[in-house]
């Protein structure tokens, strides 16, 4: 299922439940994000990716829609708490388990002929390893990078530890989304939740250098606009920094298609 995508949606930034005390910073996906985008563009039984699954919310969504859903996550402390949170989606199915990984490359996804809601598959992983994982292949992905903002010293990708820099940011995620690319059906969608950066007087463009550097892995098709609905505390910023945090009220979807690998 693929409907024409709208270009503005409207959407409230609304959690489901509360992290514990050990996540002081709520970075997930609203629920109603995900689904948006995940009833429009894909049916049941398709296959979902999120490589940057954080708390494993675009997981359980796509679970909850009777989706095959498959993460990686690199901070193990997130993969804990999620693998917890989508245990739940396996209520009443007592031969699966929520991200069974134990090192080996074995999924947890309903077996065939089960009626029970596929079981996600969440793995601590390294996004940029993607292509040494043992995985399906995709028919559509959806999900939110780590920022960055112009003139950071540290790596985004591998939970803001090392050494790196913006440059070496986007080209990492340049490297992400081409392994990504190569485990796309054809005509597969890939949608990236992102936003420019407001910070100490600045703006880092990271929406738009985003587009550029993940455009020459994947074909752009476009921008949705995700104007958020709510009060500035529920956003991921300050209080003063916009419903969103980061200094906007909005954010962005950039939506692009899977094509034949470059060489």
Partial sequence: MRTRTRTVLSVPIEREGTLPLAFPDDLRFPDALVGEFLERDTDVGDTVLDPFAGFGTVLRVAADLERRAYGLEYDAEKVTYARERLEAVSDGNSNSRAGVDSGSDSDSNAEPGSTSPPTPTLRHGDALEFSSYDLPEFDYCFT???????????????????????????????????????????????????SNLKHDGEVTTLAWDVADSVGEVLEFQGEVIVAWEGDETDGYGEADEGIYGYGYDHSYCLVFEAEEPRS
């Fill in 144 to 194: 939110s990078p780590p920022f960055a903002t112009d003139g950071t010293t540290v790596d985004p990708l591998r939970d803001y530890a090392g050494e790196s820099d913006y440059e070496t940011y986007l080209e990492d995620l340049q490297d992400v989304f081409a392994q990504v690319n190569r485990r796309m059906r054809p005509g597969g969608r890939v949608v990236l939740e992102v």
